[in-house]
């Protein structure tokens, strides 16, 4: 007579019978996947639509999608399959992104995408579709809050007699906010660019700049604008 089954028993007997996958066929793994590919589409179109940066980066934006799509197909293979999951587990405990981020925000649109690929994986589409919308509409709408705040790209060229901290105080009383971009050092002179935020689009300051002796030229550019003409 057999004694009463142990826990250990049921993981065996669980453990060996998941060497196949089951319950998953073709047409629901394609399916989950074309889900994946429309919300990593409306992901993307919301990061293109919100971004306040003057450097998009396309190959980032278009990444989203893919994102959303292996992670997908990843919790699917966890879900059906014990004995490829602990694989996978060990496996991507050893994997180091190093790649830097453009901007804070764009961590918010990774685990986003990571988030749906997750919900849809595990077959739950109706909450990623509900989370998709909503949180692409919260994004959207604080972005446009952010778009009003009048950014600009600030370029001065500089002989080497003028420091970078003589221009940055010039800056700081003028602006709302600032950020140091980048610097280019040629023979006898040399070019500062920063991203700015005006004050209510004031842009007079660059005649303080001008006025400078040794500054020999201020471009000040917008490059976004989300108000109408």
């Not at 293109?48 to 998009?56: C, M, Y």
């Not at 060990?90 to 981020?101: D, Y």
């Not at 660059?206 to 006025?211: C, I, R, V």
């Not at 400078?212 to 550019?221: A, D, Y």
């Amino acid at each position: 007579m057999n004694g009463p089954l142990t826990f250990q028993d049921i993981f065996k007997n669980n453990f060996l019978n998941s060497q196949t996958f089951e319950g998953i066929t073709l047409n629901q793994v394609l399916i989950a996947l074309m889900f994946a590919f429309l919300a990593g589409m409306f992901i993307y179109l919301i990061y293109r639509l919100s971004d306040n940066t003057p450097a998009f980066v396309n190959s980032f934006s278009i990444s989203l999608v893919a994102l959303t799509m292996i992670t997908t197909l990843v919790i699917m293979t966890i879900t059906s399959n014990i004995l490829l999951s602990l694989g996978m587990v060990g496996a991507l405990s050893i994997v180091r992104f190093r790649t830097a981020v453009k901007e804070a925000i764009d961590i918010i649109y990774m685990f986003w995408a990571i988030t749906t690929g997750i919900t849809i994986g595990a077959g739950f589409y109706f909450i990623a579709t509900v989370g998709c919308v909503v949180i692409g509409i919260v994004l959207l709408v604080m972005s446009r809050f952010t778009g009003r705040e009048n950014l600009f790209v600030l370029v001065i060229s500089a002989s080497q007699s003028v420091s970078q901290g003589q221009l940055e105080e010039i800056i700081k009383k003028n602006v709302r906010k600032y950020r140091f971009k980048a610097k280019a050092s040629f023979a006898q002179e040399s070019e500062y660019t920063y991203e700015v935020r005006l004050n209510k689009g004031d842009s007079a300051f660059t005649d303080s700049l001008t006025a400078v002796e040794g500054v020999e030229n201020v471009s000040l550019v917008g490059f976004r604008s989300h108000n109408a003409l």
